[in-house]
């Protein structure tokens, strides 16, 4: 059936086509009109949560309007597209993103100012979009959004869970998990219950030769699942574009539904077979760099990645090309290890259901897959067994034989004696089980390989992958380091800062090309700035003991340093030698007497952040600061002059909060641990300094901003195999000054000695793999540096405008570009010929 309209009715459409509201009066129309028919309320029962619905509903249809153009705009250009595989989006809130790109968020105000309400309330009501753990799912929604601003032609592809990462709550210092079902109402996605895709798992391969001699393979029976897509549209800064995200959601087939159990009055486990395909989408894995080999997990990575390949290639081929042109319209990008099996499943389209030689297949697949590597961590690296594979995906377990023999074939021919090597490339692990290394696929898949951060990207090419740039030349392995949006970052968490920015530059135009904040050097010397930029970091100190009051009843002094870490709990962050240190400081202060106490910096730690609920290590350390903060807190000798809080459910919507209110954060992994971190990026964006290691990151971060901006110490990560090794061969001990704070632990000041017991022993006895006794006094004494540079209130300003001034290399725009010139080979679409002029915020 023809789909569309006829031509000679088009006209009548057209009329008719919504326009959307400009106006405060037609903003008004339009909430009250959602709030009454959409959402079937009345201005008798309109909460908070309605009008924040209403306001969503309105703002929505702006949207649609731009990504229904852009949709078709782009398949008229019919350009190469990027689809960004990723297991994880941590979009946060939409709304106020939306009143950005949209550009009429004072008139919003002002309407709902009309009809009672306050829009920074109404914000506050919106769920976190909360699908990832961390910095790897944050990357990919920055990335969304430099996408869509930029213009290209991009799409994400992900899994829409019922579930997001867990909701943190603090409970007696401990950390407890509680479900985070997001969808109760959620106007930012739209079920496509039209398009959909049959996804097939278990088995057996079928091969035979047809009758006219031609080898056939067939994957057969087996269970189907069906994919439905969820589109969420990702609206760009400044443009009209505005991009889609896919989003599967897993349902039993029709055809699976088992009728005759139906029929057979066997209704209740007809529909659990109906639950069973549900809870392929139904859950996030809550580990952030970690994998546990979870056959589940590897359902959920095969069950999009045949969704999103089923769909890629199902929109090359309405435009009828050849195959050999699907590596020009078509690039993809592997967001880590997760999305691998979609190299397989692209080369068992090509060969098993378009009859592609495999040589010909194989050639279009390397050119078409690219692969970000996030970590060098072992326990992250994704292996799968064999006879799991064996068992989900026969065939693919069969293809990966043939990619692995093949690509053995040519390292023996290029290093015909290197036995070991063969071995040591392999993609099969020799191990009982054996295992596939799932990264070492996705590089002999891909035609780059990037690392996150310079250091990173070094790291990688001499330590995990090195066999592998020596078979392929350093050519194939590039470093793009990562970047953050200024639109969510800088002027979304913190308007004022961003209005005074505007207000010397003479425009927003740095929220597009960030490097622009160069232009504010000038004013360091200018008072009155300063005067301002400090007014506006106090107000959003004030903001944060605010919250802090509320969330921890406990009050902190807005006028001290904060000094704040917030990111995943993990042993490589190290937030263990921070709480050492803050107890050594609490050992520092108690031995002074109450008149040099007064020559002290007040200061107020705050941490944050959710520990994976199998991460006992983690929740250890969650404990521990929990009950550091209950005896510092309540210690009369101490008062304003240290505090320690820990926020529970530390999330984006927090971080907008947290992160503008910072003087120090900590960025403190051990050196050569972090690929990159982005929070650093962020705090140092919005005007706060930071301590931190020789790591990711932070070694670009001091390049551009000066030495003298960053306060640096501890260990290199060249150094550390040796001192690792020394901890087991050398005469080791544990750094005086910390041993006295393990004492005050173990004394029982902090409760039970006995629940920290393996955090002290993973230093003092087993070999302190994470090098926290060898950095403390480097760690201490930067932090004493820090309180006597922070006197200095002039000059610690001086610091802080330097340093936004020149982060403008830290925009995600900047790396998407990069991605684009150098692994893509993407344009972006030119929207000119449509511009639409708005007032923007
Ligand atoms: C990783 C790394 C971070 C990195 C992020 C984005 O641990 O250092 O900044 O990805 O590349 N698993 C992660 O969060």
Known sequence: ???????????????????????????????????????????????????????????????????????????????????????????????????????????????????????EDVINQEHDAALGNGGLGRLAACFLDSMA??????????????????????????????????????????????????????????????????????????EIVTAVAYDVPVPGYGTPTVNNLRLWSSKASSGEFDFSKFNSGEYESAVADQQRAETISAVLYPNDNLERGKELRLKQQYFWCAASLFDIVRRFKKTNRKWSEFPDQVAIQLNDTHPTLAVVELQRILVDKEGLEWQTAWDIVTKTFSYTNHTVLPEALEKWSVPLIQNLLPRHLQIIYEINLSFLQTVERRFPKDRELLGRVSLIEESQPKTVRMAYLAIV???????????????????????????????????????????????????????????????????????????????????????????????????????ILKTTGVSVNPKALFDVQVKRIHEYKRQQLNVFGVIHRYLAIKSLSSEERKKLAPRVTIFGG?????????????????????????????????????????????????????????????????????????????????????????????????????????????????????????????????????????????????SFGALIGAITEHGDYYLVSDDFNSYTKTQDLIDETFKNQDEWVTKCITSVARMGFFTSDRCINEYADTIWNIEPLDVAEEKQVRART
């Open 1 to 119: 059936v023809e789909s569309s309209i006829p031509e000679h009715m088009r006209e009548a459409w057209r009329k008719y086509s919504p326009s959307g509201f400009t106006t405060k009066d037609q903003f008004e129309t339009e909430i009250v009109r959602h709030i009454e028919t959409t959402l079937a309320r009345s201005l008798f029962n309109c909460d908070e949560l309605a009008a924040y619905s209403g306001t969503a509903l309105a703002f929505r249809d702006r949207l649609i309007m731009d990504w229904n153009k852009t949709q078709q705009r782009q398949t008229f250009a019919d350009q190469k597209r990027i689809y960004y595989l990723s297991l994880e989006f941590l979009m946060g809130r939409a709304l106020d993103n939306a009143m950005l790109n949209v550009g009429l968020k004072n008139v919003a105000k002002e309407g709902l100012a009309d009809l009672g309400f306050r829009i």
């Open 149 to 222: 601003s930029l213009n290209y032609p991009a799409w994400g592809y992900g899994l829409r869970y019922r579930y997001g990462i867990f909701k943190q709550e603090i409970e007696n210092g401990y950390q407890v998990e509680i479900p985070d079902y997001w969808l109760d109402f959620n106007p930012w996605e739209f079920a496509r219950h039209d398009v959909t895709v049959d996804v097939q798992f278990y088995g057996w391969v079928n091969k035979y030769t047809d009758d006219e001699g031609k080898q056939i393979v067939s994957w057969q029976d087996g």
């Open 445 to 547: 898949g891909s035609h780059k390989v990037n690392g996150v951060a310079e250091l990173h990207s070094d790291l990688i090419k001499t330590t995990i992958f090195k066999d592998f740039v020596r078979i392929y030349g350093p050519d194939k392995f590039i470093n793009v380091t990562n970047g953050i949006t200024p639109r969510r970052w800088l002027h979304q968490a913190n308007p004022r800062l961003s209005e005074l920015i505007a207000s010397k530059l003479g425009s927003y135009e740095f929220l597009k090309d960030l490097t622009l904040l160069n232009k504010l050097e000038p004013f360091v010397d200018d008072k009155e700035f300063k005067k301002e930029w400090a007014e506006i970091k106090y107000a959003n100190k004030v903001r944060l003991a605010q919250h």
């Open 610 to 754: 959710k520990a994976a609920p199998g991460y006992w290590m983690a929740k250890t350390i969650i404990h521990l600061i929990n009950k550091v903060g209950e005896v510092i807190n309540n210690d009369p000798d101490v008062g304003d002059l240290l505090k320690v809080i820990f926020l529970e459910d530390y999330n984006v919507s927090k971080a907008e909060i947290i992160i503008p209110a910072s003087d120090i954060s900590e960025h403190i992994s051990t050196a050569g641990t972090e690929a990159s971190g982005t929070s650093n990026m962020k705090f140092v964006l919005n005007g706060g300094l930071i301590i931190g290691t020789l790591d990711g990151a932070n070694i670009e971060i001091t390049r551009e901003i000066g030495e003298q901006n960053v306060f640096l110490f501890g260990n290199l990560s060249e150094d550390v195999e040796d001192l690792r090794h020394n901890h087991f061969y050398g005469d080791y001990q544990v750094d005086p000054e910390l041993q006295k704070v393990f004492d005050l632990i173990k004394s029982g000041k902090f409760g039970d000695e006995g």
